[in-house]
């Protein structure tokens, strides 16, 4: 069972570390070895994605990573940009379906912006496809063209989709909605986008190998609206790149802090990235204050679709439900009269409880 780990930059290191420790406590004869992904990487190595941390990924069963990012890349040109790293991993290993739980522990009933009453209870998934539409499809980019009689600069990205890239994550999608409550609602903008009118017929097509699932459409503006108006509705969302990665965002703040949010990047055969869905964080970098637990969280779904030990992941999750209800809180999630911990802190209280 070999993990690659990949700590990446900001609160990167100090979050996978907690997690690593999570791991390491369950006695399963992990292999781990850690290399660089993103800014890290390109001021070590060059290259946001370096050959050896590509060496390292492509011969592990699992990667577990941090964050990428922080504002002394951002005027790096695009290729050396940390957020190349992460395209780049998720690109080569095929890691096409992105699994996005949004659930609200009761414990942080109070910690969304939202009312109580409309979040209390939430257990949404969001399915995104990640390899494919508008993040990848060539041609892209910003050159000089004569248009509108003006010569002038014209910025230009594709969105696309094969139809066998749709029915391979909307399939995941009904796979996951038939273990829960077995409802998706494919989310696409068909009133104006070609390629997502193919989205909701390809999606409608499957929806005929699964007599037992329900689906439903919706488009992505109605999507965005219904999820802060009533978010329960929704058991298992699937939508493409693009509009996952908004979506999931808001999906976040619902659960009163995206540093709860664990994510699963999966290819065919369940090989898969693990990462929080949160970024950097490079405000608080270093200062030992980050949520560590959707990293950790995101150490159980590890556990769960690439080493298939649902006992070990469920155990994590039970450890990170205790320390809510114990009352340890990180900045982001705090509250009066709740015990107010660091990262290394938090990370110590999912080992005593584990
Ligand atoms: C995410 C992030 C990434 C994305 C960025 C960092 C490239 O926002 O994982 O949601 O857009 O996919
Ligand atoms: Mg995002």
Redesign the pocket.
Known sequence: MKICVLPGDGIGPEITAEAVRVLMALDMKFEMEEALLGGCAVDAAGSPYPEATQKLAQAADAVLLG???GPQWDNNPRELR??RG??GI?KQLGLFA?LRPAILYPELANASTLKPEVVAGLDILIV?E?TGDI?FGQPRGIEMRDVDGKHQRFGFNTMHYTESEIRRIVRVAFDAARKRNKRVCSVDKMNVLECTQLWRDVATEVADEYADVELSHMLVDNAAMQLVKNPKQFDVIVTG?MF??IL??EASMLTGSIGMLP?ASLDENNKGLY?P?H?SAPDIAGKGVANPLATILSAAMMLRYTFNREEAAQRIETAVKKVLSQGFRTGDIFEPGMKKVGTKEMGDAVLAAL
Do not use: F, H, I, Q
């Open positions: 964050a990428v990012g940390p957020e992460l395209l998720r992105n995104r990640l993040y790149n996952g990665d999931s965002d994510s990462e869905s970024g």
